[in-house]
T-cell receptor, first 113, second 114 residues
Framework: AQSVTQLDSQVPVFEEAPVELRCNYS??????LFWYVQYPNQGLQLLLK??????LVKGINGFEAEFNKSQTSFHLRKPSVHISDTAEYFC???????????FGKGTKLSVKP | EADIYQTPRYLVIGTGKKITLECSQT?????MYWYQQDPGMELHLIHY???????EKGDLSSESTVSRIRTEHFPLTLESARPSHTSQYLC?????????????FGQGTRLTVV
């Protein structure tokens, strides 16, 4: 069975500071990994995805994530956050041959001026 | 910009009422999904569909039902709403059955049953 653990439920950070949102997954098979962002009162939007190849994946809005197979992690990073990055971030993994996404509980990023 | 729409955005309804949450997409995607989202919890897949006339139950048991008569439309129905159904419901779609395709989400319907 596959599962996703987001280690922090809330991350407060000051504007222009770096941030890392942590995600670990468990799976007995190869997986595809995703980060989605949800702004208040909105649906989820894809930030980036890892399918294969380079373990460093760049996404929209200056975010990037690194796939680490040995540590089964897919942490999301941004070197300098903005107020507008305040949102909830979800890590997700595909589920076997069905391709259904399994989500973590989400991390609320709060960027303060 | 994703072309997937959910109506209504917000719904407050009394116990015992029948409700239908609408979801439509104009991208021609074969696969569609319904997720249930509660604060501080994972998004739980409650229903999905591979295409017309295909519906499957997801990981989380739900008293709701779905139908897929047209490719673009995937409504979710609760025959008799209860306060335990209070939640946010997110609809999504993706291309085909490939593992690596992006899922596009609607803005959600926040349901409150009183």
């Amino acid at each position: 069975a596959q599962s996703v653990t987001q280690l922090d439920s809330q991350v407060p950070v000051f504007e222009e500071a770096p941030v890392e949102l942590r995600c670990n997954y468990s799976s007995s098979v190869s997986v595809y990994l995703f980060w989605y962002v949800q702004y208040p009162n909105q649906g989820l939007q894809l930030l980036l995805k890892y399918l294969s190849g380079s373990t460093l994946v760049k996404g929209i809005n200056g975010f990037e994530a690194e796939f680490n197979k040995s540590q089964t992690s897919f942490h999301l990073r941004k070197p300098s956050v903005h107020i507008s990055d305040t949102a909830e971030y979800f890590c997700a993994v595909t589920r076997g041959s069905q391709g259904n996404l399994i989500f973590g509980k989400g991390t609320k990023l709060s960027v303060k001026p | 910009e994703a072309d997937i729409y959910q109506t209504p955005r917000y719904l407050v309804i009394g116990t015992g009422k029948k409700i239908t949450l609408e979801c439509s997409q104009t991208m021609g995607h074969d696969k569609m999904y319904w997720y249930q989202q509660d604060p501080g919890m994972e998004l739980h897949l409650i229903h999905y569909s591979y295409g017309v006339n295909s519906t499957e139950k997801g990981d989380l048991s739900s008293e709701s039902t779905v139908s897929r008569i047209r490719t673009e439309h995937f409504p979710l129905t609760l025959e008799s709403a209860r306060p335990s159904h209070t939640s946010q419901y997110l609809c999504a779609s993706s291309e085909g059955d490939a593992l690596n395709t992006e899922a596009f989400f609607g803005q959600g319907t926040r349901l409150t049953v009183v």
